[in-house]
């Protein structure tokens, strides 16, 4: 393991001012609740008071009758031609239930009213007659044989087609033998099951989409959301409606992390509209937002891992069930079995991954989805198996560690990785080295793992007459990427950074861009915009040749200078002498950078003190390391670090929903719903390492996510060693550290 020696770059690796910031700052940045129209209406939905239920019949006469009411919509506004409500598919039937309610909070009708107070007096008029049925509310309960049969027609895939089932996907992995390593004769082995709960992902901003409806058919939404292509994409499958007619203008976005991919109001709004002729905002209360939106699953997971007295670790095998709210979808066990063991070297394996449907609302992705659940169970048991060994955690994690040529979650070998350097540069580092002393105190630590999707992005670059550019991208910008690919923009065309103007455009004015999430936008779009900037180059190159009689093949470019024989000028100059006194110039960029690519990798320490009268955990110190590949923007990557240790200390110590038995859930306001304050965290130390990554042009690693999977563990860790008692449920509550603790001492 050697340290790879880093290029040296003029813009990338500095920390220039975010370009968005004076709009944000002085409230200039329009946001979701902020899009004004002239004559728009407001829309209120009226939501599902129980967990599951048929739906007899909706009566909304009275609310219709109500002066200033202009539009009501239920689930048959969505039946497709020729069809009935029981061909609605599962994601429009998300949004405005048909036959039935799957969770407490689903929509199931919705008012387009001349002000928010008479659309609400008119939602509370509407009927709805229902058969309420037994709720299912726990992952494995929900999997037994006599559980209430949430879907009639659900059938585990590829399991037996005549069992109804709760099931809806059994995903199986399996490498080597586990089961024959784990009971060799010097294994030691450590085994463990461990619960975690549905958790939200804390976005500051509810939902809000404005829409109109033309009579020619076209359809603006103008929407708080992480990708305006796919938002646009999913409103038409909706409404059965031309994506070709409908336009999404992205709005502002408050925090998304994987919140705010789904659709929820964009085709509720744009139905309103068509039925009121008027445009029509519909935003979401919090209550709405934890109720209606998508939390990540719940989760139940039994682990076991083998390891020779040495400290090699042989085996491991896992049972990992997840929930998905309300309705099939089959991928959040299945990114489990890809995850859970990433980060290390392990020759045998075996998972089993189970989606699970549940009378909650249907989950979405949390920043690095599937995998912060999967950490806080294995590496609980790689830090039990350190202390059974006998070997420090930090060094059988290091001996252990997934390096190039390991296999990866695919099962295609890694490229090059940095989980040994983040390992080395955590033992290394002042916090781990330094002691912690004092009663009812514990450090821990752990590793985490996330992918980092490429997929597609296009973007186009102008350049104006004075020698500066225009960046037009289709990302949403959640995390500063403006920045970032203004700042490799600039570093592949040789321009200063406030050369670049980037702007975030809508649908119809730019190529397709998939959705701001798995950390892609920096790494993926970010190869658009190299390939952009090369494109501009060659094109100015090409200019340049007739205004110097020379093949343009002569014409080299390095550093931001033209050059051929004894003639050379500046990106600024070339464009002063072409653009300035020619036709003017556009170029684009597209990319496809695939599904996985690379892998980004972190590792956690932080101490705590537990109370042992009141049961509350204090963070006392935490240090996060993560392998950036290069860090195009420092103070950027610093921030995801820090935000991503903040959320999982909130998911580790606090967060949670909380449902009484027939489904409601009882701390839908962040009054109840604790996500952590200034109080709760301390100054969050980051250590970035650099292993470039072989699969972008500068390097780049996605930092977005990797950042959430330690906290949860190494917490659970720290509570361990400050406490004698191995916590296997979240949150670790003062309620819940007192119970185990207690346990422990009767």
Same mark, same amino acid.
């Given at each position: ?36 129209? &002239? ?8 939501? /599902? ?11 909304? /006469? ?24 029981? +061909? ?49 509310? *726990? ?22 087609? $005549?069992?109804?089932? $709760? ?21 030691? %082995?450590?085994?463990?099951?461990? !619960? ?50 409908? !336009? ?29 002729? !008027? ?15 998508? =939390? ?13 007295? #040495? ?33 290390? +070297?392990?020759?045998?394996? !075996?998972?089993?991954?189970? @989606? ?15 995998? =912060? ?32 040529? %390991? ?20 033992? +290394? ?78 649908? @119809?004015?730019?190529?397709?861009? #998939? ?6 936008? %920096? ?68 990319? $496809? ?13 932080? #101490?705590?003190?537990? @109370? ?47 449902? @009484? ?18 109080? *709760? ?12 990554? &072989?699969?972008? =042009? ?18 659970? $860790? ?29």
């Amino acid at each position: 393991m050697t340290a790879p020696e880093k290029p040296a770059y003029r813009v990338i690796g500095t920390r220039p001012v975010r370009p968005d910031g004076i709009d944000k700052v002085t409230g200039r940045a329009v946001y979701g609740a902020d899009v004004r129209l &002239p004559g728009m209406l407001r829309g209120i939905v009226l939501r /599902s008071p129980h967990a599951h239920a048929n739906i007899r019949g909706i009566d909304a /006469s009275r609310a219709l009758a109500l002066p200033g009411v202009k539009a009501v919509i239920t689930g048959a506004d969505l039946v497709p031609p020729g069809k009935t409500l029981a +061909d609605v598919p599962d994601l429009a039937s998300n949004l405005m239930a048909t036959t039935k309610v799957y969770y407490r909070g689903q929509a199931v009708a919705a008012v387009a009213a001349t002000s928010e107070e008479i659309a609400r007096q008119a939602a509370r008029l509407i009927e709805v007659d229902y058969e309420v049925l037994p709720a299912v509310l *726990d992952v494995r309960e929900a999997m037994l044989p006599a559980a209430p049969i949430l879907h009639a027609g659900l059938r585990t895939r590829g399991g037996d087609p $005549n069992t109804q089932t $709760n099931i809806i996907a059994h995903h199986v992995m399996a490498v080597g033998d586990a089961e024959a390593a784990m009971a060799g004769a010097d294994i030691v %082995t450590v085994e463990g099951e461990f !619960k975690t709960s549905m958790v939200h992902q804390g976005y500051i901003e509810p939902h809000a989409s404005t829409a109109t409806w033309n009579p020619d058919g076209q359809i603006t939404i103008w929407t708080s959301t992480q990708g305006s292509f796919p938002a646009r994409q999913n409103t038409s499958a909706v409404l059965g409606h031309p994506i070709s007619k409908i !336009k999404v203008i992205p709005t502002e976005i408050g925090g998304g992390f994987g919140g705010k991919i789904a659709i929820y109001l964009e085709p509720v709004a744009a139905l309103l509209a068509r039925k009121s002729g !008027k445009p029509v905002k519909v935003q979401m209360d919090r209550a709405d937002v934890f109720e209606a939106t998508g =939390p990540t699953p719940g989760t139940s997971i039994r682990a076991k891992l083998g390891a020779t007295k #040495d400290g090699r670790i042989v085996a491991a095998i896992a049972d990992m069930a997840y929930e998905t709210g309300g309705y099939p979808i089959a991928t959040p066990a299945n990114y489990a079995t890809m995850v859970a063991f990433s980060c290390y +070297d392990i020759e045998n394996l !075996k998972m089993d991954g189970w @989606d699970v449907v549940v009378n909650k609302p249907r989950t979405q992705d949390y920043r690095a989805p599937s995998s =912060p659940a999967a950490a806080f169970a294995i590496e609980q048991l790689v830090d039990e198996l350190s202390e059974k060994l006998g070997i420090d955690p930090l060094a059988l994690r290091l001996k252990n560690s997934a390096r190039e040529g %390991t296999r990866g979650p695919m099962g295609m070998p890694y490229r090059r990785i940095g989980h040994e350097e983040c390992v080395q540069a955590a033992l +290394d580092s002042d916090h781990y080295r330094s002691p912690l002393e004092g009663a009812n105190k514990g450090r821990g630590v752990a590793s985490g793992f996330w992918f980092n999707v490429g997929l597609r992005s296009s973007v186009s670059v102008t350049v104006q007459p004075d020698g500066t550019v225009s960046l037009i991208e289709g990302s949403t910008d959640i995390g500063g990427t403006r920045a970032s690919l203004a700042m490799q923009l600039a570093e592949t065309i040789g321009v200063a950074y406030e050369d670049v103007k980037p702007t975030v455009v809508d649908t @119809d004015s730019v190529g397709y861009n #998939d959705v701001t999430a798995g950390s892609r936008v %920096t790494f993926g779009t970010g190869m658009a915009v190299v390939e952009a900037g090369k494109n501009l180059i060659k094109e100015m190159s090409g200019r340049l040749a007739g205004a110097w009689s020379v093949p343009p093949e002569e014409i080299t470019f390095n550093a931001g200078t033209f050059s051929a024989g004894d003639k050379s000028m500046t990106f600024k100059q070339a464009a002063e002498a072409t653009v300035g006194r020619g036709p003017g110039l556009t170029v684009s960029g597209s990319v $496809n950078a695939g599904f996985l690519q690379g892998g980004g990798f972190a590792h956690h320490i932080v #101490d705590v003190e537990v @109370d042992p009268e009141t049961g509350k955990v204090q963070v006392l110190r935490y240090t996060t390391v993560q392998d950036a590949g290069t860090a195009v923007h420092p103070a950027y990557v610093e921030g995801q670090m820090q935000g991503g240790a903040a959320q999982g200390i909130g998911w580790a110590l606090n967060e949670e929903y909380y449902y @009484d038995d027939n489904g409601r859930m009882a701390n839908s306001t962040y009054l109840d719903y604790r996500i952590p304050t200034t109080l *709760d965290v301390p100054m969050i130390d980051t250590i970035i390492v650099e292993v470039p990554n &072989p699969l972008h =042009p500068y390097g780049v690693r996605g930092v977005g996510e990797p950042g959430i999977v330690p906290p949860l563990a190494a917490i659970a $860790n720290a509570v361990y060693r400050a406490t004698g008692v191995r916590q296997h449920q979240l949150p670790m509550s003062p309620r819940r550290i007192l119970e185990t603790t207690d346990a422990m001492k009767a």
